[in-house]
DNA sequence: CCCTTCGTGTCAGATTCCTGACACAGGCAA
DNA sequence: TTGCCTGTGTCAGGAATCTGACACGAAGGG
């Protein structure tokens, strides 16, 4: 609308492009996996228990990077609905491993589908040399970052 | 803690780590951030009106990847607290060009060196060359993201 | 000129998510 | 054993954000 000098692309930092692409990428999964019913969240989550079955509320928390409590209330709400299974006692210690049912395999595939399109899409026109850089680049930033943040 | 299967790290797509990679820079910016009585959505705010003076609230929320309600509330509360400026009629139509007030270029400056600590800290061990690679790349993503979105 | 479309600012409601706090279980060292 | 620390699950409470909807102004085509 406006962009008076032409755009000063100063503010074009790596963090303001990391944090761009990172919202592009939200907005898009949300956009194939609306028609599912199903949110981010939901499709992480599910995607983690397929991956490393027996997770933790915990775990699944800070994979799907929400706190334990947001996890948690999704996880009550899967529960119900029958995508996924937790005991009711714990095995060992407070920790209640979750498991994916038949009907959560199931409605993660479909999920998978709509997410792997999104991804084929978003790595369109990047050789595999390039995917492999950002790959190494993006590993090193998280690496940097942590080391600062729990280190310190 | 558990750790069950040595780490199957096929979630380690890129579309994982671009995600990891923004979260971990997102706490990094707020853990610096903080102690500054400053958000990063507040941080963004105004180094967006630094670098483009006049910007409406609409444009405002583009940039920083919140709604246009979300930035509303935020531009009420900096121009409460005298940071920013905005005129009490429109000059033209709507829209109500907002201003940093020099209180509010001197909040930016302390939250500026603060974020820019980050993002050092997220570069070190980088090339130029990966940097550049980094930007390029980043950018081909969210170019190929909106495309799909906007364009079908 | 009219009128359709787009963008904007704003109000209200509702949802989501997080912060803070508690009790409990396991690991480790004294 | 005892004590300390970490991690977990859970219960509110509140802050932040989003979704939905409205009227208004500007731009473009008929």
Redesign the interface.
Known sequence: ??Q??AG?D??K???Y?????????????E?VLRPLGMSVTHYSCL??LA??P???NS?LAR?A?VTRQSMNVLLQALERDGYVTRPAEAPVGKVLPTRLTPRGRRSLEKATVA?RS??V??????TET??S???R??????H???D??DGA
């Open positions: 609308m406006s008076k000098g000063v100063l503010d930092s790596l963090g492009l990391l944090k761009e692409a990172s919202s592009a990428l939200r907005a898009a999964m956009e995607e983690l991956q490393r027996g997770l933790s775990e994979g990077f997410v999104v991804e899409r978003m790595l369109a026109g990047m390039e995917q850089d950002a790959f680049i993006l590993q090193n930033m998280v940097s970052l942590r600062g943040n």
